[in-house]
């Protein structure tokens, strides 16, 4: 498995939010932007708790199987490579979203005189942090969850061992 790279997530949210941007622009020439819901950060906020209390209670359990504590709780392989998935799923997710709310965001920040829209921009700022919170949980089970190295007998650029 590929470990996520920053530069595709940070293109993800560059490219999501100048779409996102002439979106709303064309949007509302033509009629009335939609609303950026409430529930945007609260559910971006709820995955990064997710992610997050799941690296720690893997990186707690990993410490304590390498420390051979009596009575500690193995990581099983499988349930770890499914909790780096679903971790990098997030993040690209989060990337497209806090991207387009970015976007919004931006446009937004022309029409602050109007109350309903200044609630908006509100919203769209907070649904990027929630996203950002999200990629760095993210980022941070994946490094909990990455094996340790053995560069003695694969040193870079050699051929793996048969």
Same mark, same amino acid.
């Given at each position: ?12 949210? =560059?490219?999501?939010?100048?779409? &996102?941007?002439?979106?709303?622009? $064309?949007?509302?020439? #033509?009629?009335?932007?939609? &609303? =950026?819901?409430?529930?945007?950060? #609260? ?31 193995? =990581? ?32 937004? $920040? ?17 649904? =990027? ?5 999200? #990629? ?27």
């Amino acid at each position: 498995m590929r470990e996520l790279r920053i530069r595709l997530l940070a293109g993800v949210f =560059v490219v999501a939010g100048i779409l &996102s941007w002439a979106g709303a622009r $064309l949007w509302n020439s #033509i009629g009335t932007l939609p &609303s =950026v819901p409430l529930a945007a950060p #609260i559910v971006l906020a709820l995955i990064a708790v997710v992610l997050l209390s799941t690296a720690l209670s893997l990186r707690a359990r990993l410490r304590a199987q390498r420390e051979r504590r009596p009575g500690a709780k193995g =990581v099983d392989p499988l349930m770890a490579a499914r909790a780096v998935v679903f971790g990098q799923a997030s993040a690209l997710v989060a990337a497209l979203v806090s991207g387009m709310y970015g976007g919004t965001g931006v446009f937004l $920040l022309e029409l602050l005189d109007i109350s309903a829209r200044r609630d908006q921009a509100v919203y769209a700022g907070f649904s =990027v942090l929630a996203g950002i919170g999200v #990629i760095a949980a993210a980022l941070f089970l994946e490094r909990v969850c990455k094996l340790p190295e053995d560069e003695d007998q694969n040193p870079p650029g050699a051929e793996p061992a048969a």
